[in-house]
């Protein structure tokens, strides 16, 4: 009678053993979806591009794109990975993650994933511009010179371009970086400190300055960080392994892109207004920070060059391992069919 019963159960323990072998492959699917690995696309299906940005007025090119519609193209769906308030590493970890398939993001960022173990390629610049980068003092500091900056304690974001900048910049005014107390602070809580008295000056990249202006009673611009020879772009980066399979992707958002970044030049008041709609800023300190840059898509000499200026910075202070062959691994040809074309 025992035995019968055992004969019985064994369709449903076989059914039990194969449900727990299916299990694992199910889990590891998952792990890979939650991961944001590249999903394959059935046939006839458009090939999914994923796009980070953190919605930062300097990232306005690309979601206004994807919210106009502009990254549209045949065979392939742009879709954003929106990283929120995030700092902008955040575009290299999700690239190097690998939970995007290509990421815009400033020049350190991208010095950090091109320099990584994923092989990243750099596919553009779009924005940027000499004048990205101020010193603020503060009503009491008695700074009013480059020279009175001896002594006094300076908050800068260390590992940013701002802080590669304050270098460049103390050097060309004559004046010994180490002679100076350069303080690390984020660049959220830099207007803060300098209300507070912690720190004497701030430097950092729009639109800190001007609200530095607005918050900071007595406060005033010591220096702009131009003239330096680095114009600090904002770059658009992308897998290596992503860009070679799928060169049409690629080309959708450097288009996309493009045609953002016309619509920022030529009415950057309207620009403005839809950018501080999904950054929260005055709308007003969003266009004034796209008049105070420079809007336009190259992959030109002068970026590779400032490019280079940066990583020599990071890799001199031990934040990058390497300089990594900025030649080697450009892809100028997006661009260069993206100008051609308007």
């Not at 194969?18 to 999903?39: E, I, K, T």
């Not at 065979?75 to 690239?95: I, Y």
């Not at 000056?201 to 611009?221: D, F, Q």
């Not at 680095?230 to 493009?258: C, F, K, M, W």
Request: some cysteine; charged content about 20%.
């Amino acid at each position: 009678m025992r035995k019968t019963r055992l004969l019985s159960r064994w369709p449903l323990l076989i059914l039990l053993l194969f449900a727990n072998c299916l299990l694992p492959a199910v889990g590891a699917g998952s792990v890979r979806a939650a991961q944001g690995q590249p999903q394959s696309q059935a046939q006839g299906q458009a090939q999914v591009c994923r796009l980070a940005y953190t919605a930062k007025g300097y990232y306005a090119p690309q979601f206004l794109a994807m919210r106009k519609g502009w990254f549209e193209a045949d065979g392939v769906k742009v879709q954003e990975v929106n990283l929120g308030m995030s700092a902008g590493v955040a575009g290299a970890e999700a690239l190097v993650s690998g939970s995007a398939d290509v990421a815009v993001m400033g020049d350190v960022p991208a010095l950090i994933a091109l320099a990584s173990e994923r092989d990243c390629v750099l596919i553009g610049a779009y924005g940027g511009g000499e004048k990205m980068h101020s010193i603020m003092t503060g009503e009491k500091s008695g700074i009013t010179s480059p020279a009175d900056l001896r002594g006094k304690r300076l908050g800068v974001q260390f590992g940013s371009s701002t802080h590669g900048a304050v270098y460049l910049y103390l050097k060309a005014q004559g004046v010994n970086p180490a002679d100076v107390t350069l303080v690390n602070i984020s660049q959220k809580e830099l207007i803060e400190a300098l209300i507070a008295g912690s720190i004497d000056a701030l430097a950092a990249s729009e639109p800190t300055p001007t609200l530095t202006l607005e918050k900071a009673p007595g406060s005033r611009e010591l220096a702009n960080l131009s003239g330096l020879g680095n114009d600090y772009p904002l770059l658009i980066v992308a897998s290596r392994a992503y860009a070679d399979a799928h060169p049409e992707a690629i080309q959708a958002v450097v288009d996309g892109t493009a045609r953002a970044v016309a619509f920022i030049n030529a009415d950057p008041v309207t620009a403005g207004t839809e950018t501080a709609a999904v950054t929260g800023a005055p709308a007003a300190l969003e266009t004034g920070m796209f008049r105070k840059m420079e809007w336009r898509l190259r992959l030109d000499e002068q970026t590779i060059k400032s490019l280079g200026i940066t990583a020599e910075f990071l890799h001199s202070i031990g934040k990058l391992k390497k300089v990594p062959d900025l030649e080697a691994r450009s892809r100028p040809q997006f661009v260069q069919k993206a100008v051609g074309s308007h």
